[in-house]
Nanobody
Framework: QVLLAESGGGLVQTGDSLRLSCAASGQTHTGGYIAWFRQAPGKERQFVAVISWGAGVTTYADSVKGRFIISRDNAASTVYLQMNSLKPEDSAVYYC?????????????????????WGQGTQVTVSA
């Protein structure tokens, strides 16, 4: 099992930036993927971005492409989500999720069911 801890959320204004962190511990591997999802009240959990631990291959949701950047620090077992030009519709609880020791075909990397372990989430609120 991989333990995940998110941090960095907060209350910001439209156009501001935030950087979220996801620290992984436990049975981490050099392979696998870490993804960010978000969930707003009354809405389904939504894919945001994913990165592979090994090659650093990234995929983004269309809604955040060009504004958010996912990166990883393998030595620190930490994945970051740099969020720029934030909008009110980005407000949500942000979760990181881990899929370890597996290869995920690109077509399923945006599915919550592809991930085994989840963090508790961090709240991001963007005021208009």
């Amino acid at each position: 099992q991989v333990l995940l801890a998110e941090s960095g959320g907060g209350l910001v204004q439209t156009g501001d930036s935030l950087r979220l962190s996801c620290a992984a511990s436990g049975q981490t591997h050099t392979g696998g993927y870490i993804a960010w999802f978000r969930q707003a009240p009354g809405k389904e959990r939504q894919f945001v971005a994913v990165i592979s631990w090994g090659a650093g291959v990234t995929t983004y949701a269309d809604s955040v492409k060009g504004r958010f950047i996912i990166s990883r620090d393998n030595a620190a077992s930490t994945v970051y989500l740099q969020m720029n030009s934030l909008k009110p519709e980005d407000s949500a609880v942000y979760y990181c999720a881990s899929s370890t020791g597996q290869y995920l075909t690109p077509s399923i990397r945006d599915r919550a069911t592809s991930y085994d372990d989840w963090g508790q989430g961090t709240q991001v609120t963007v005021s208009a």
